[in-house]
């Protein structure tokens, strides 16, 4: 048996009660990921600013980046 054939048979095994629990638990591991959930980094530097991709230059020189 497979590695993975061993892990579907032991979540065959799991109360489907339990099972909420456990797919949160592999949310957490990073394990399992929903269509919509995207990587963890992913919205941490949000700014709530959306031009900013237009006004890159004028935030890199307030910043005083390449002086």
């Known amino acids: 048996m497979t590695t ?3 892990l579907h048979a032991l979540l065959d095994r799991v109360p489907d009660d339990d099972l909420p629990v456990l797919a949160e638990r592999l949310r957490e591991l ?30 890199l020189r307030e910043s005083g980046f390449g002086e």
């Open 4 to 6: 993975r054939e061993e």
């Open 30 to 59: 990073g394990l399992l990921r929903t269509a919509a959930t995207g990587p963890r980094s992913l919205g941490m530097g949000n700014s709530g600013h959306t031009d900013t991709s237009e006004r890159a230059d004028e935030i």
